[in-house]
């Protein structure tokens, strides 16, 4: 158990596509109101990543980017971040990433052009671009969470939302899950993964994989609690009033794709 939450942003100046920040500074807001302390590392293509610095990081995240974003650090994560991602995930360490960071932890990215780019490998997944071939997966998004949440003690305690987490999604690869019972979601409305299995995303350990946009903890409040007890090793938290953001989330749940 930790009395600090300890956040680790990955390429917090490239991988920040529809305001995926969010997801951090929701997390931030929702431990400072329970009078939790919190810190955030920022960690860059130029942060240097000794043990120390990563050793008492406690959530994980990386958020989506345009193409030339995810160009620039691809190289960095491969080479430099990719031995302290891996090991992080494999340990049961707490952590979410969006859009393209979920692609690149995958086996590889195969572009339209038939370029493929290995992946990290941390995840059973893989990435196919079809380009005109197939349409964009954009839109809003519904989907309802993998039994392993919905049945997980912590997440009993603290959902005071219900079974499904809401979004937006915006991408042209599709991803498909080698291990067809590890999705993080299935899909009731939108695309998810590939448009065709109605999965979204990967779980894996304590790590969540997910083309959800939104941002996704500041638009789902039960999945954000979720994620903090975790990190923190926490079996509840403190309610907060989430009035409001329980109306948008109700909203959001009727918005058409």
């Known amino acids: 158990m930790s009395d600090k939450l300890v956040i680790g942003y990955l390429y917090s100046k490239h991988l920040n596509l529809y305001g ?3 997801n951090v500074e929701a997390l931030v807001y929702r431990a400072s109101a329970r009078n939790i302390e919190t810190e955030v590392k920022e960690i860059n293509i130029d942060t240097k990543i000794p043990e120390a610095f990563v050793s008492d990081i406690n959530f994980l995240f990386m958020g989506g980017g345009p193409d030339s974003a ?3 650090v691809y190289e960095d994560l491969l080479q430099n971040k990719g031995w302290f991602i891996k090991n992080y995930i494999n340990d049961g360490g707490v952590g979410l990433y969006v859009c393209g960071s979920y692609q690149l932890l995958g086996r590889y990215y195969k572009a339209s052009d038939g370029t493929v780019l290995d992946g990290l490998g941390v995840f059973d997944i893989y990435t196919e671009n079809f ?4 349409p964009r997966c954009i839109g809003n998004t519904v989907a309802r969470l ?3 949440i919905l049945n997980d003690p912590i997440f009993i305690h603290v959902n005071n939302v ?3 987490i809401v979004g937006f999604e915006n991408h042209g690869g599709r991803t498909y899950l080698n291990d067809k019972s590890a999705g993080f ?7 998810g ?7 979204e995303g990967f779980l894996y350990k304590n790590s969540i994989g997910t083309y959800f946009h939104g ?3 500041a638009r789902n409040p039960h999945l954000a609690d979720y994620l903090l007890a975790k990190s923190l090793g926490l079996e509840e938290l403190s309610p907060l009033d989430d009035t409001i953001i329980i109306a948008s989330y109700t909203a959001s749940k009727k918005l058409k794709q």
């Open 215 to 217: 941002p996704v903890l």
């Open 131 to 134: 380009g005109s071939s197939k």
């Open 20 to 22: 995926d920040n969010g």
């Open 162 to 164: 219900g079974r499904d």
């Open 193 to 199: 993964n590939n448009s065709e299995d109605l999965s």
């Open 146 to 148: 993998s039994n392993k």
């Open 70 to 72: 995810q160009k620039d």
């Open 185 to 191: 979601c299935k899909v009731l409305l939108g695309h």
